[in-house]
């Protein structure tokens, strides 16, 4: 008999594998890109002055973020809806339609959701026509924002439905009738009782296609022009034509850092608002 | 060569092909391995050369991943793990593989046999008196229009397609100077004569540019360059030849210009730590008349060798005339190879502002 | 006085036609007719499943009748959406918002009606301290106890005046102890605010410690209506007589019947005359089969055997004190007995007890 055993948290042990994996393929790879960016190709800052100092990647930095916003701000008005459609109605067959067409239109690749886009708004395409034919004088509506932020809505709005749904279902739709109860319309009792309450959950999906957002570059490429132009072609043209693996690293960790940055600060006002 | 400024992700599927590969390589019998271009390319490279290869040879040819994006061949170099034996390149490019020591230098005395190159200066760039690289053929950026667009004369020049005035409407142009040449065409439009275009006047063209900057439309991926013609959401721009001929095969409507055609040779080479010596017998097969003849026939390119010339169709219009180079202006891949960076970045600023 | 006014003139505050609700192809209300008297307390008592809390949540408008009317103070509500009822609503689970604290969630109901500022806030801190919480209105309900939480609800659903408060079940998740101390809350609050409470639940004591009317319920019909004293004496059915108290019952057969009293035979030949329940007199024929219902309560010892009693007597099996009395069970002919008796006995002990011929029920059988 052994003296002693080495007693193993089984939650620990479940968790190991996880772990190893987000070790693997998250924590190396960004230590990997982190060390790149300080000494590719040489040791210091070199990058980061090489970064910031450039006026081209500032602009298209923050453009970045302002279309990546745009873009989570139309799939909180249009996803959340939906998502709370699917979380609490009772008709199973639209509930099931609904999520069959957000998981196909998912499953579709970005590339060709991008070039039906590009033909959709496209100067022979139907966008155009229908302007047109309402008295407008448009030619075309590529390299338009309206065309980047709606092609990027359309590839993050199932990703945006789907996290908030997952939140919403849990919610306590009792209270919604329990403010009803006491002479509140559907619409107040939403606003007033739903909505602050749901308001995680709709932060953690803003918050998740946001991020995504900011790493597009196929569908501004496509659809956009230079004003909408956004930090991954940078990053892709830097590292495709010019092997400039630290240069991107080191606007690949500054993004990040911002991001976070941008995210902790969300977190931390939706917490100030629920204790307040 | 068709997906020039795309980081696609064949990016990550070359990555994760090398890997497989490496274990294949090692078991199975003899193969070669050659660098996918995508699309149309692809299809009559392995009508012209491949079809042919493995009938001689037995030796079956495998079509890994992309090699035009300079970041999968660092990741490869720098791991140790080259996928492909023979890839296809630009000279651009080419400057920066031989720079970093990442390809393997070829016989001599290749490009000289069979008849013997197109004579244009730098076609086969040298290094140190070593080559690297086979040209096969000659892509061209041309001035390139949707012929519904304009009644009259057809814009036959640089010029024509600054001329916003006689000819209205927008203007394509790829967004990624070092491969399509919009500064180039910028300068020439404005009167610059070819032989004294490099070293280029940035201020110069982007001034130009300036002219029409409201008309612009700048597109990203190869594929966009006919499409967008098409479609109507631009008239005229720059394109190229061989693209332009495959929208017509395809009943398109877009014609090109063989005036101020501004070329650049595709190139075959040999990466380090590939099979080279398989691949160096890759490069004499396809250092062939018939077989490129075949090639440009399909692609719509013109030929490298000389003597391909006399086997190319007679209906089909090519932008380079082998007896007649005046007017072809060579696209110099030693300055681009020295000033991409400086130059992509001002680009980008003027762009982006 | 009181029930005077309430038969001639105001209306019942609740009047329930030929009430059903299906849900698909299950019936859970199969026609109910109700009068529920202005200013009651009253209870719907039934088991799981009988269908009290769905009646409860048709009242206040939150589940749609599928056929006949509901008609609140006279005005048929039956179409009318839960909000516009003016009804007072506590939920089971208290439904209290929880980013909002006690009193705002007792403003809430008056911000909806768009009263001014100042005025909200006096009338939630008024109600407020009327279920003694003045101290804990700025705490949000996570740090209420499960009482102080109930008590929010119901200030909530009392601030805006209304007729009529409904209750779901509003005790249950509260321990013994404070269900006691808010039984006695609850009904003082009803007789100091005068205005109707219906409270549902399946626990017949709260029944008939708190209403003045006690509905009793079974698989979507109403199976008894009356006064708590109407239920527990004269039970209708012996489902009834079960739920309420628990009731020995002896086999018996009627062999006459003289107006409300019937002459009984046991199965030992015992004879005894016994009152016949009011509900029942119809229902009970000569020379049939019945049971005779024996509360342990009304048991006694030190009796003399006449026609005026019915004795049972046997060996004890079990002797467990309750407090106010030990509950005997002990074997019979009849059967197993059970009797609240003052003194303690040991097991196997021979014990005599009788019941008077006034303090029992019979019922038919079945």
């Known amino acids: 008999m052994p003296a002693h055993r080495i007693k193993i948290n089984p939650i620990v042990l479940a968790a190991a594998p996880g772990i190893a994996l987000l070790l693997i393929f998250f924590a190396i790879p960004l230590a990997n890109l982190t060390v790149r960016s300080l000494t590719d190709p040489e040791f210091g800052l070199g990058n980061y002055k090489a970064v910031l100092g450039s006026q081209t990647y500032l602009r298209v930095g923050w453009r970045t973020i302002w279309i990546s916003f745009l873009a989570m701000s139309g799939c909180v008005l249009i996803g959340t809806p939906v998502a709370y459609a699917i979380a609490h109605s009772k008709r199973r067959a639209l509930v099931v339609a609904t999520l069959a067409v957000l998981g196909l239109s998912f499953l579709t690749s970005s590339l060709i959701r991008a070039f039906a886009w590009m033909i959709l708004f496209g100067a022979q395409g139907p966008i155009v026509a229908i302007l047109n034919a309402a008295g407008l004088d448009v030619h075309t509506l590529l390299a338009t924002q309206v065309a980047v932020v709606v092609g990027m809505i359309h590839f993050l709005l199932p990703i945006y439905a789907l996290t908030a749904f997952a939140g919403f279902r849990n919610m306590p739709f009792d209270l919604v009738v329990a403010a009803e109860g006491l002479g509140a319309s559907r619409w107040y009792a939403l606003r007033t009782v739903y909505f602050p309450l749901a308001l995680p959950s709709i932060i953690n999906a803003g918050s998740l296609v946001f991020v995504i957002a900011l790493g597009f570059f196929i569908t501004p490429a496509l659809l956009g022009g230079p004003s909408e132009m956004m930090l991954g072609q940078l990053i892709a043209i830097s590292i495709s034509k010019f092997g400039d693996f630290g240069f991107a690293a080191a606007a690949g960790v500054l993004l990040m850092v911002i991001t976070l940055f941008l995210l902790s600060a969300v977190q931390w006002v939706s917490k100030a608002g629920q204790r307040q | 060569m068709k997906n020039r400024g795309m980081i696609s992700k064949t990016s990550i599927g070359a990555i994760v092909a090398t890997l497989l590969l490496h274990v294949s390589h090692a078991q199975s019998q003899e193969t070669l391995t050659i660098s996918a271009s995508g699309g149309s390319y692809d299809a009559c490279v392995k009508a012209a050369y491949l079809d042919g290869w493995e009938k001689e040879t037995g030796i079956k040819v495998v079509v890994g991943g992309g090699a035009w994006d300079l970041g999968v061949w660092r990741a490869q170099q720098e791991t140790g793990k080259t996928e492909w034996d023979v890839a296809t390149s630009d000279p651009g490019q080419l400057r920066q593989l031989v720079r970093n020591g990442w390809v393997m230098p070829i016989d001599p005395e290749l490009p000289n046999k069979n008849g013997g190159l197109v004579d244009f200066p730098g076609l086969v760039p040298k290094f140190d008196g070593k080559i690297y690289a086979l040209p096969t053929e000659i892509f061209s950026t041309v001035v390139t229009y949707n012929s519904k667009a304009f009644k009259g004369d057809k814009p036959k020049t640089w010029a024509d397609v600054f001329n916003a005035k006689k000819y209205p409407g927008k203007r394509l142009f790829s967004n990624v100077p070092v491969d399509f040449g919009v500064l180039e065409v910028a300068l020439l439009a404005d009167g610059v004569a070819p032989e004294n275009l490099y070293p280029l006047d940035i201020d110069r063209a982007l001034k130009k540019l300036d002219s029409i900057k409201s008309d612009i439309l700048w597109y990203d991926f190869g594929t966009q360059q006919v499409a967008l013609l098409q479609q109507g959401d631009a008239v005229i721009g720059a394109g190229w030849d061989g693209r332009v001929k495959a929208l017509q095969r395809d009943g398109g409507t877009i014609e090109f210009s063989t005036e101020q055609a501004i070329v650049k040779p595709d190139l075959w080479i040999l990466p380090k730590g590939g099979n080279s010596e398989l691949g160096a017998r890759f490069l004499a097969f396809i250092d062939n008349p018939e077989r490129q003849a075949k090639f440009a026939t399909c692609i719509g390119y013109a030929p490298a060798l000389r003597k391909a010339y006399d086997l190319l169709p007679a209906n089909q219009k090519f932008t380079v005339d082998p007896n007649n180079l005046k007017g072809v202006v060579v696209w110099n891949d030693e300055y681009w190879a020295k000033n991409a960076r400086d130059v992509t970045a001002r680009f980008n600023e003027w762009l982006t502002k | ?366």
């Open chain 3, 1 to 366: 006085m009181s029930n005077a006014s309430k038969d001639c003139g105001s209306p019942p505050a609740i009047q329930i036609s030929r009430l059903k609700k299906c849900y698909g192809a299950v019936e859970v209300l199969r026609g109910l007719d109700l009068v529920i008297p202005e200013g009651s307390y009253t209870t719907f008592l039934g088991p799981s499943g009988s269908g009290k809390t769905t009646l409860l949540r048709i009242i206040a408008g939150f589940a749609s009748v599928s056929e006949g009317t509901v008609s609140i103070s006279g005005v048929d509500v039956t179409d009318r959406a839960a909000r516009a009822r003016d009804v007072g609503m506590v939920f089971q689970n208290y439904a209290l918002f929880p980013h909002l604290t006690a009193r705002e969630n007792v403003e809430y109901p008056l911000k909806v009606r768009r009263l001014p500022r100042e005025e909200r806030r006096r009338r939630a801190l008024e109600y407020l301290e009327r279920v003694h919480l003045a101290e804990w209105a700025d705490r949000y309900p996570r740090e209420l106890s499960g009482g102080q939480q109930q008590r929010v609800a119901l200030a909530r659903s009392l601030v805006y005046g209304p007729k009529l408060l409904l209750l779901d079940e509003p005790l249950s998740a509260l321990d013994k102890h404070l269900r006691g101390q808010m039984q006695d809350f609850l009904k003082e609050l009803q007789r100091d605010l005068g205005i109707t409470f219906v409270h549902v639940t399946h626990d017949q004591s709260e029944a008939l410690a708190l209403s003045s009317l006690v509905v009793i319920m079974r698989d979507g019909r109403l199976e008894q209506v009356g006064s708590p004293e109407q239920i527990y004496l004269e039970p209708n059915s012996r489902f009834v007589a079960g739920f309420i108290g628990n009731s020995n019952i002896v086999c018996c057969s009627v062999t006459a019947r003289n107006g409300r009293l019937a002459t009984v035979k046991l199965g030992d030949g015992t004879e005894v005359g016994v009152p016949i329940p009011a509900g029942v007199t119809e229902r009970l024929g000569v020379g049939e089969k019945s049971l005779l219902l024996l509360r342990p309560e009304k048991a006694e010892t030190g009796y003399r055997i006449d026609t005026s009693v019915v004795a049972m007597s046997g060996p004890v099996l079990s002797t467990t004190f309750m407090g106010t009395h030990y509950q005997v069970v002990f074997s019979t002919r009849h059967g197993e007995i059970t009797a609240h008796l003052n003194n303690d006995y040991a097991p196997g002990q021979s014990v005599d007890v009788a019941w008077r011929a006034g303090n029992l029920i019979v019922l038919p059988a079945g």
